[in-house]
């Protein structure tokens, strides 16, 4: 069975030791999660899990059944990259008279869309958004340039390419349903 990288997508009311019942359900498959971000979602009340995981489709169907079946748990579902828009931020601290020297300083900046957060004598932070591929490839000419003091990447965050939110239609669905009953 061929691993390819899923996003599981989840809503949910925000309860204490969610999160944890989430990640047991991911240990027990022997998954690792690879990214993790918790939001609220653009319904009010409503959080937003975005896990990424390599698995087969067969073992992330399972997973996504599994965490839906929660009491906690609106809705969950997975997706795969063509199904998403998505992006990481990645934060780069450099020492600031290595950067000052390096050669071609701006035009790094400017082929990998990066910015400059803040600088002081001591040390500079560049920020990048994009897909891992681009925040790691400024990382490796980072390394191999001046050398990276600190660095860390946000987990993936991600929106559907569907005009609205899936939990949006169910919920509108569940919305007609229970006015059909009340009103025959």
């Known amino acids: 069975m061929t691993?390819?990288?899923?996003?599981?997508?989840?809503?949910?009311?925000?309860?204490?030791?969610?999160?944890n019942?989430?990640?047991?359900?991911?240990?027990?498959?022997?998954?690792?999660?690879?990214?993790?971000?918790v939001s609220p979602s653009a319904i009010a009340g409503v959080h937003k899990f975005t896990i990424t995981t390599f698995a087969d489709?067969?073992?992330?169907?399972?997973?996504v059944k599994q965490i839906d079946k929660r009491v906690d748990i609106l809705k969950a579902y997975y997706n795969t990259d063509e199904d998403l828009?998505?992006?990481?931020?990645?934060?780069?601290?450099l020492s600031t008279k290595l950067f000052i020297k390096m050669q071609g300083v701006e035009e790094l900046i400017r082929k990998y869309d990066a910015r400059v957060l803040d600088m002081?004598?001591?040390?500079i932070v560049l920020e990048k958004s994009g897909h891992y591929a681009e925040t790691q490839a400024l990382f490796k000419e980072l390394s191999e340039k001046t050398g990276v003091l600190q660095f860390i990447r946000s987990g993936r965050i991600a929106i559907t390419k569907s005009k609205v939110e899936r939990l949006s239609d169910m919920?509108?669905?569940?919305?007609?349903?229970?006015?059909t009953a009340a009103n025959p």
């Open 57 to 63: 489709e067969d073992t992330i169907s399972k997973v």
């Open 3 to 19: 691993k390819k990288l899923y996003t599981v997508i989840i809503f949910s009311e925000n309860s204490v030791g969610l999160l």
């Open 85 to 93: 828009v998505h992006q990481e931020i990645a934060l780069y601290k």
């Open 171 to 179: 919920l509108a669905a569940m919305n007609d349903k229970v006015n």
């Open 120 to 123: 002081n004598e001591n040390c």
């Open 21 to 37: 019942q989430i990640t047991i359900i991911f240990t027990r498959r022997q998954l690792n999660i690879e990214t993790l971000s």
